[in-house]
Nanobody, 126 residues
């Protein structure tokens, strides 16, 4: 059974930072392209970032480019998302996801991914 578990969410002031982690069961993280998505109340789930199996290729949504960094530690089967310079509009539930195949524009769509975690809440407020 594939299991992805996110952690690291919390409340932070604008301009603050958080680091999200996603622990995967077995070889889920090491054998797949991994992504982060987020969903705010009343909005659709949106792509945040993705990383190739080797970590050599990354994709970011324009809204987080330069502020967020996706990374992976395949030896620890863990995916990370470093969130810096947080804004009010970054408030959402953040989900990690696992997908298989070469990174293309489809990698930025939720339909491309096969496995999902349960999410961790990030709240940016003053």
């Amino acid at each position: 059974q594939v299991l992805l578990v996110e952690s690291g969410g919390g409340s932070v002031q604008p301009g603050g930072s958080l680091r999200l982690s996603c622990a995967g069961s077995g070889r889920t993280v090491s054998d797949n392209v991994m992504g982060w998505f987020r969903q705010a109340p009343g909005k659709e789930r949106e792509f945040v970032a993705a990383i190739s199996k080797s970590g050599g290729v990354t994709l970011y949504a324009d809204s987080v480019k330069g502020r967020f960094t996706i990374s992976r530690d395949n030896t620890k089967t863990t995916l990370y998302l470093q969130l810096n310079s947080l804004k009010f509009e970054d408030t959402a539930t953040y989900y990690c996801s696992a997908g298989w195949g070469p990174i293309t524009t489809e990698t930025m769509t939720s339909e491309w991914y096969r496995h999902w975690g349960q999410g961790t809440q990030v709240t940016v407020s003053s």
